[in-house]
């Protein structure tokens, strides 16, 4: 792997979930790259196929959901071919996943100490205290007090938010390449969120971890990340540094999700919105989806846009992008 090798490369993936009522198109034809050290961000309203994306990565996605199409290449090895066995050796080791939801990481019959103790020697031969004096110093780092008598706690003894930081500390232990964030902090206060925030930026400096974070708060991607991909109904429809797409967003929807934002509005003034709603992903229209609700639809649009890259590399699946006072 040369330096210039991204460490991860999504490459045309689909997603597809086979119901009852139809094909549900969660991702459809995704694609970006992200290299050691640098922060993403993924941005979209629900239903967009963030989570989905990330659960694809992990090979985390269950039945009627399946990937069928594209490749996902960590370290250049395609992870869609490998069998569980061989991911369940990259997860927790190489590849980590901070869910929105802690209770999807944490085992609600055993001990803080043991689920910590046992993520850390099952890819690496070190003393239990050791790996006990590990798993404290990591529940101090996402603010967690008295870790001592915490690790002898159950999931139940905790709050919401408390269980939170503990599976964000479970996902830092073994200072992972590449971890995978699913809106971890939407349950925190605002204090801890910056904590969470800052160690997670620290941890990507010192050790060139890789991190997607997933999210539809676009002041925490303005702090977090080097670069930020929007996705609407499966598809990302914009990408590119972060200050450049929030500075002067080129599609209409980058457009209309800033333009929401309460401090973009004036004091006093109803807030700005999206007219209508996300598209069901059983019954898409015809070309571009987003055509419905865009200002600048037209009959160009009832054909799908390819992804276009532009002066500033950025890329733009849009047949009409605002252009104007955009840096080149």
């Not at 070190?126 to 529940?139: F, I, M, P, S, T």
Request: with cysteine; glycine share 10%; net charge neutral.
């Amino acid at each position: 792997m040369t330096p210039d090798t991204p460490l991860l490369a999504v490459e045309r993936l689909q997603t597809h979930f086979f119901t009852k009522s139809g094909v549900a198109r969660a991702v459809d034809d995704v694609s970006f790259s992200l290299r050691r050290g640098e922060v993403m961000g993924l941005v979209g309203e629900s239903g967009s196929g963030k989570s989905v994306t990330g659960f694809s990565i992990m090979g985390l996605v269950d039945p009627p959901g399946r990937v069928v199409g594209g490749r996902v290449l960590f370290r250049g090895q395609d992870l869609t071919t490998l069998d569980q066995k061989s991911l369940r050796g990259l997860r927790g080791a190489h590849i980590a996943m901070i869910f929105q939801d802690p209770m999807m990481t944490l085992n609600p019959v055993l001990r803080i100490d043991t689920q910590m103790i046992e993520t850390i020697q099952a890819h690496e031969r070190v003393h239990r205290e050791e790996a006990r004096q590990r798993a404290r110093a990591a529940l101090g780092r996402v603010g967690i007090a008295s870790p001592d008598e915490r690790l002898r706690a159950y999931p139940h003894q905790f709050s919401g938010g408390m269980r939170q930081r503990v599976a964000i500390a479970i996902a830092l232990l073994n200072k992972p390449e590449l971890i995978i964030a699913d809106e971890p902090t939407t349950a925190l206060d605002v204090t801890i969120q910056g904590q969470i925030l800052h160690e997670v930026q620290t941890l990507c400096r010192e050790t060139g971890t890789a991190l997607i974070w997933i999210t539809h708060d676009l002041s925490v991607v303005a702090g977090l990340a080097d670069r930020v991909a929007v996705m609407y109904a499966g598809k990302i429809v914009e990408q590119g540094a972060v200050d450049a797409v929030l500075d002067h967003p080129h599609h209409p929807y980058t457009v209309g999700l800033i333009g929401s934002v309460p401090s973009q509005n004036r004091r006093g003034r109803p807030l700005a919105q999206i007219p209508g709603m996300t598209p069901s992903l059983l019954s898409l229209p015809p070309g571009c989806p987003f055509a419905p609700r865009c200002p600048r639809a037209d009959a160009a649009c009832e054909t799908l846009p390819e992804p276009e890259a532009l002066a500033d590399r950025r890329i733009v699946r849009c047949h009409h992008p605002h252009l104007g006072g955009a840096a080149a």
